[in-house]
């Protein structure tokens, strides 16, 4: 029986007369990268944002790592392991890529210079000092060291989505919910955020949900895919069955011939 890090069972979300998602339900395998696609106003982000805690569904249950998450707030989920980025930029501008990395961080602390009182001399110290070779690690990792401590909001839109991806590995994930993490890069850019996300799933061992437009990179890399349509799961399983299947190739991705060639 396969190991499932995620299980959503029949959930329903409505915003006012607006059926975003209607009784979804699918599993992730644990140490999957499990990609959500299907068209504008599928109900994508909905879905991730139900799983995150942001939303919360009139109707199902979610269980993350063993856990029953439904009613739990997005913090709660965050400590269970669950890391998350966002589809606008979510970091704080004019703050080092350091710092914006160990604010990622600071949930998993328990003392910091406010609640250590002699801080210098206390294990504050030393567990910050701990963090801070965890982080280093995260830096290297995503190979954005030369840009440590640089502000953020100076760097370019691919540099700013990949301290984005570090802040929500500091938080130790054992999953984490990307939204659209190639939106709006160049190709060379999507090949590497493509890469760390493979090595992220492969080394870390994280567990990937995400949302991509990309088909390229979705076949690339998934291991599942799940179409989402109306608000209603279509299919969801191996990425070249689903590529497959008529209804998903003609009524609702809208691809032509060639661009679904060239995805294969
Ligand atoms: N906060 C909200 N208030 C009202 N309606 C919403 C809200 N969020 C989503 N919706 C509606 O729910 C439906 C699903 O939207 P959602 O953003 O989840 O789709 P999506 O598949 O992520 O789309 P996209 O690919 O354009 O990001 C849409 O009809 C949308 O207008």
């Not at 703050?95 to 609640?115: A, C, E, P, Q």
């Not at 799933?201 to 599942?224: A, K, P, Q, Y």
Request: proline share 3%; aromatic share 6%.
């Amino acid at each position: 029986m396969t190991d499932s890090i995620l299980k959503v069972e029949h959930v329903s979300l409505a915003f006012g007369g607006v059926k975003a998602l209607t009784d979804v339900s699918f599993e992730v395998p644990r140490g999957a990268v499990f990609s959500i696609i299907g068209p504008n106003g599928a109900g994508k982000t909905s879905m991730l944002n139900c799983i995150s805690g942001r939303y919360r569904p009139q109707a199902g249950a979610i269980h993350f790592d063993g856990h029953d998450v439904t009613r739990l707030r997005p913090n709660d989920r965050a400590d269970l392991g669950m890391g998350r980025t966002f589809q606008n930029l979510a970091l704080f501008g004019h703050m080092s890529v350091l710092d914006n990395i160990m604010v990622g961080r600071h949930h998993l602390m328990k003392n910091n210079w406010l609640t250590g009182p002699l801080y210098w001399f206390s294990p504050a110290q030393k567990e910050e000092l701990a963090h801070r070779r965890e982080v280093e690690e995260i830096i290297d990792f995503l190979e954005i060291s030369h840009v440590r401590k640089a502000v953020a909001g100076n760097l370019s839109y691919g540099l700013r989505k990949r301290v984005e991806l570090a802040r929500a590995m500091a938080l130790k994930p054992k999953m984490i919910l990307l939204d659209e993490p190639m939106a709006g890069m160049n190709l060379e850019e999507k090949e590497d955020m493509a890469r760390y996300i493979l090595d992220l799933n492969e080394e870390f061992g994280i567990t990937v949900v995400m949302i991509e437009h990309d088909m390229g990179v979705v076949m690339d890399i998934s291991h599942e895919v799940m179409v989402l349509d109306f608000g209603k799961k279509l299919i969801s399983g191996d990425p070249d069955v689903v590529m497959a299947d008529e209804h998903v190739k003609r009524a609702y991705l809208g691809l032509e011939d060639e661009q679904l060639q060239e995805a294969g």
